[in-house]
């Protein structure tokens, strides 16, 4: 028997692509954004009408993907639909954004959020040290790097029985609030728009928090290359999940906003768990856990899924090329994994993470709005290109006007967090040119020695090309 080709592994079927996609979405913005939505609309009414446009928006913008990840079906999704549309320096700023900020951010807020959902029930009524939950959050980041990339197939069992654990809990709190609906608890859907606020800025946010709990449906479009039969299996994943996911959000803010009301909706730290306790009587002690794995199987796959996207980019030359190799072994993007891990170990450290989610949240937006309107521009710059799935095209661009819409409003409202995130954004044009398109030989031979030595460490060659 030969040896194996040092290539990642085609082991993602339809379940798995589903996960990915659940995984991420269900991870912890359905707990955290119904309090924003509510505040910032002012109106029971009003917040499930942003659920439910944020549903259609985040779904129009996944059937994009379908087509840019059929049509371009090479791993690093938004990266690489930016780089074949728009360019080279465009690509490298999104990376830079990306591993530099808003992934190792996310990995923090996610971790952080599990740390706090499990020491709770634990030491009810008592302050938490922030230290420790710092630490709690260091080290689940750090053993899913691991098993991440011991094991790419165990990692997805895994992430399949998450999956269906915060599915379960999302319908244990569907199922509890119709049941209240039934008693009669429909006080607060009676004059549901009462107090429903006028302000555009306000109403911006609220979107702005609404898209951020449907998030990650683009990340399956990050490991195409390990799809079985991509051309199949991605789109019909992306069909499946996205109106669960609507169906499942709007549903669970009904049930919220029929126990808690809007009043208690706003006043809630921990919404799940004010839930329960409200509604499930001798089951309230379950949702802590049930949030807490919800939220740690997002966490896992957005450390699997955001990995290939820097991967995809070193192996572009657009970073470091170690972070092109591939465990021998595990036949996994090590380098990648252990990248991520560290930038977001140190994104612990800051006390507070907010003023980094605000301007994260709008870099973020503008280059996923960038990498759908790929959609019409490749439509034009390159008609030749064969689309095994074609969407309609006032999808994209019902998406795209949408979005940038919402990127003008924070301009208006969020002045400085605008501008941290452009002259973060901006800070990686002199780095492009410096160190990509330059080539200097003196950082190319200091690579060179840094990428043997890192190899021997881990293991890692140069992925094989196809015969």
Request: charged fraction near 15%; charge should be neutral.
């Amino acid at each position: 028997m030969g040896e194996e080709r040092v290539k990642m592994r085609k082991q993602l079927g339809l379940l798995e692509g589903v996960a990915i996609i659940l995984g991420i979405i269900f991870g912890s913005g359905i707990f955290i954004s119904p309090k924003e939505v509510i505040e910032k609309t002012g109106s029971v009414w009003g917040a499930l009408s942003v659920w439910a446009v944020c549903g259609i928006l985040a779904t129009l913008g996944a059937l994009s993907y379908a087509e840019l990840g059929t049509t371009l079906a090479q791993s690093g999704g938004d990266y690489h639909y930016i780089n074949e549309a728009y360019g080279e320096l465009p690509a490298f700023l999104y990376l830079w954004d990306a591993n530099l900020v808003f992934v190792p951010s996310t990995n923090a807020i996610m971790a952080l959020t599990f740390a706090n959902n499990i020491l709770e029930p634990i030491f009810p009524n008592c302050p938490i040290d922030p230290m420790c939950r710092k630490l709690i959050a260091a080290a689940t980041i750090c053993f899913l790097a691991f098993i991440n990339a011991y094991d790419v197939k165990f990692t997805t069992r895994v992430q399949n029985v998450f999956m269906f654990t915060k599915i379960s809990a999302l319908f244990v709190i569907i199922i509890a609030g119709i049941m209240w609906i039934a008693r009669g608890g429909v006080e607060y859907f009676e004059d549901g728009w009462a107090g429903t606020k006028t302000s555009v800025s306000d109403w911006s946010i609220a979107f702005y928090s609404g898209i951020f709990s449907y998030s990650g449906w683009n990340y399956l479009n990050f490991m195409t290359e390990e799809l079985k039969d991509p051309f199949v299996n991605l789109p019909r994943a992306i069909y499946l999940s996205l109106p669960l996911v609507t169906a499942i959000y709007l549903l669970a803010n009904v049930s919220y906003l029929a126990v808690l009301g809007p009043i208690g909706v706003r006043a809630t730290e921990a919404i799940a768990v004010d839930f329960a306790v409200s509604a499930l009587g001798f089951l309230k002690w379950a949702m802590p856990t049930l949030v807490a794995i919800a939220v740690v199987g997002g966490l896992s796959v957005h450390i699997m899924a955001s990995s290939r996207m820097c991967f995809a980019g070193a192996r572009n030359g657009h970073m470091p090329e170690l972070l092109a190799h591939i465990n021998v072994k595990c036949m996994s993007p090590l380098p990648s994994l252990v990248f991520h891990m560290v930038m977001s170990v140190i994104m612990l450290i800051p006390d507070n993470l907010t003023s980094l989610i605000t301007y994260c949240t709008v870099v973020e937006s503008f280059f996923t709005t960038l990498s759908c309107s790929a959609v019409l521009w490749l439509r034009y710059k390159k008609p030749q290109l064969p689309r095994p799935i074609k969407v309609q095209l006032w999808m994209p661009t019902v998406f795209v006007t949408v979005c940038t819409v919402l990127l003008v409003v924070p301009i208006l409202s969020e002045p400085v967090a605008v501008g941290a995130g452009a002259t973060m954004t901006l800070a990686g044009v002199p780095v492009y040119y410096a160190l990509v398109w330059s080539k200097p030989k003196s950082v190319g031979a200091i690579s060179v020695k840094i990428t043997h030595a890192f190899q021997k460490l881990f293991l890692t060659a140069v992925e094989e090309a196809e015969d």
